[in-house]
């Protein structure tokens, strides 16, 4: 009988308190959880991929009328003089491009022309009054595409008959970084359809 009062006395006393066993089975799922989130080959995968690499747009550039489509359909719709789209068709302009990692800075220049303007590369919108092919551009935001290959350039303009709309200049490289493409596309919020044209720029050795 002792004997076996000892044994159930023994056995009593492994048997463990069910709040301590459920204790030690938190502790023991945190910790597997904690070490999921932390080796999980997905999330360290994602984690070391780079940013793709940005275009430097900066350089001397000089423009190619010949290569470059046309601009008057677009600016008579801007509202631009006879002698405004005559001196586009006509004129070979040349620009200094500056780029940080904030901003890029444009001046463009040619007989008679000037043409100067920052852009901030962080997306902000941004108020101003710059004339622009024969419109005024009364607001701007510039971004990268998602692909980091185009620099997305973003106006909301003003006719001169008071017409509003949007005018997006979206710049890339070509042929290894010596030439540059700008893309012009417009669309005024009274007239259906979108209207376009585009120009090529080549590097200056």
Do not use: C
């Not at 799922?29 to 080796?39: I, N």
């Not at 003089?81 to 890029?104: C, G, I, M, N």
């Not at 001046?107 to 008679?112: C, E, K, N, T, Y």
């Amino acid at each position: 009988m002792l004997w076996y009062a000892a044994i159930r006395l023994k056995g009593a006393s492994d048997r463990k308190d069910p709040s301590t066993l459920m204790r030690h089975f938190l502790i023991r799922s945190l910790a597997a959880l904690a070490w999921l989130s932390v080796f999980n080959p997905t999330q360290s995968s994602a984690a070391s991929q780079p940013e793709p690499e940005k275009p430097n747009l900066t350089g001397a550039w000089t423009l190619d009328l010949k290569a470059s489509t046309s601009l008057e359909a677009l600016m008579t719709r801007m509202g631009a003089s006879f002698l405004e789209r005559k001196y586009a068709a006509w004129t070979t302009l040349a620009a200094a491009l500056h780029q940080t990692e904030k901003v890029l800075t444009i001046d463009a220049r040619g007989p008679g022309f000037a043409l100067d303007e920052t852009l901030y590369l962080d997306g902000r919108s941004y108020p101003g009054n710059l004339k622009v092919l024969g419109a005024t551009s009364v607001n701007t935001t510039t971004v990268w595409s998602k692909d980091y290959k185009q620099l997305v350039e973003t106006h909301q303009i003003k006719t001169k008959e008071g017409k509003e709309g949007q005018l997006i200049i979206k710049r890339y490289l070509t042929d290894e970084g010596k030439s540059l493409v700008a893309i012009y596309s417009l669309q005024l919020n009274a007239e259906p359809g979108e209207i376009s044209a585009q120009q090529i720029w080549h590097r200056q050795a």
